[in-house]
């Protein structure tokens, strides 16, 4: 088994008013990149293999967290697409297609947003990836989206995706699974807080 250590791309505009990203390539707002800027790694990750999104904001994070080095792009960690929800919020999609909007949220992993892709389309786009991490037993850092760290949870839980996660998830966070040599993945850390320059001893399997 290998370590992948996720991290979610700092904030966006879009981020900070709620709204569905998805496959549109939005980048980093100019305090998201303040809030990066902050941000530091365990210095035994930085000779990690890093791969990321090919999303600007997931490479733009990757690359102010390597002081300027681009991260391999890898189409699997590319966000969940949204499809014709892309850009609106979540409230407001709720608001306007009421029960029929409540129905497919009650799908979990076999939601399906019009034109888009369910949670489930996502873990089978990221199981062949995860079992290549596997079986080349390099550690990785995978800059990516929240809602594919959701999806590598529920792998990891069993969750269905119903209701409420089933653990809490920092987005300024690193979160920790071993990668197995069939796709799965098993929850190694979670809420690895990201190092501060005062801290910066501490390493991680």
């Known amino acids: 088994m290998t370590i992948v250590a996720f991290l979610r791309h700092g904030p966006?505009?879009?981020?900070?008013?709620?709204?569905?990203q998805g496959m549109t390539d939005v980048p980093l707002s100019d305090a998201g990149r303040a809030q990066v800027s902050t941000w530091t790694v365990p210095p035994d990750m930085v000779s990690w293999r890093w791969q990321c999104s090919p999303l600007a904001r997931a490479r733009e994070t990757a690359r102010l967290l390597r002081a300027g080095r681009d991260a391999d792009p890898e189409p699997a960690l590319r966000e969940m697409s949204f499809g014709t929800?892309?850009?609106?919020?979540?409230?407001?999609?709720?608001?306007?297609?009421?029960?029929?909007?409540?129905?497919?949220?009650?799908?979990?992993?076999?939601?399906v947003p019009?034109?888009?892709?369910?949670?489930?389309?996502?873990?089978e786009r990221l199981q062949p990836w995860l079992a290549s991490v596997a079986r080349e037993g390099r550690s990785t850092v995978a800059v990516t989206h929240k809602g594919v760290i959701r999806v590598v949870l529920a792998m990891a839980t069993g969750w269905d995706m119903k209701g409420r996660q089933p653990l809490k998830l920092d987005w300024q966070s690193m979160h920790l699974f071993r990668?197995?040599?069939?796709?799965?993945?098993?929850?190694?850390?979670?809420?690895?807080?990201?190092?501060?320059?005062?801290?910066?001893?501490r390493t991680y399997p």
């Open 114 to 123: 019009p034109g888009g892709e369910s949670p489930r389309q996502v873990m």
């Open 12 to 20: 966006t505009a879009w981020n900070e008013s709620k709204r569905l």
């Open 179 to 201: 990668a197995q040599d069939d796709g799965s993945v098993v929850t190694e850390r979670l809420n690895v807080p990201l190092v501060l320059p005062g801290d910066a001893g």
């Open 85 to 111: 929800w892309e850009g609106y919020r979540l409230a407001d999609l709720r608001r306007e297609f009421g029960a029929e909007m409540e129905g497919n949220e009650a799908r979990g992993v076999d939601l």
